[in-house]
């Protein structure tokens, strides 16, 4: 059983920082790890996503604010955030593209449950 549990959302004042965390387990040679969000209202949008060696790729609105990084040993990806504005309020995903350990042919894509952040102005 493939699952992704994020955790560290919550309520923040702006200009304040967070940091999410999500440990992926049930798979296997995770080659990319990323963060989405979704506000109300609005489509999900990429907020960062950071390949196995660690090549990251960040969304404009968050870049030099937020950082991603992983650890490959604990299939852990992190998103620190600072310097947040209430623009930066939604539901926060963890995306997790690898092998199944029952279905190794295959490469997936896999989301967690989503945690919420928000910032009050």
């Known amino acids: 059983q493939v699952q992704l549990v994020e955790s560290g959302g919550g309520l923040v004042q702006a200009g304040g920082s967070l940091r999410l965390s999500c440990a992926a387990s049930?798979?296997?040679?995770?080659?990319?790890m990323g963060w989405y969000r979704q506000a109300p209202g609005k489509q999900r949008e990429l907020v960062a996503t950071i390949t196995a060696d660690n090549s990251t790729n960040y969304a404009g609105s968050v870049k030099g604010r937020f950082t991603i990084s992983r650890d490959n040993v604990k299939k852990t990806v992190y998103l620190q955030m600072s310097s947040l504005e209430p623009e930066d309020t939604a539901a926060y995903y963890c995306?997790?593209?690898?092998?199944?350990?029952?279905?190794?042919?295959?490469?997936?894509?896999?989301w967690g449950q989503g945690t919420q952040v928000t910032v009050s102005s």
């Open positions: 049930g798979i296997f040679s995770i080659s990319l």
């Open positions: 995306k997790a593209v690898g092998r199944r350990y029952d279905s190794i042919r295959y490469i997936n894509e896999y």
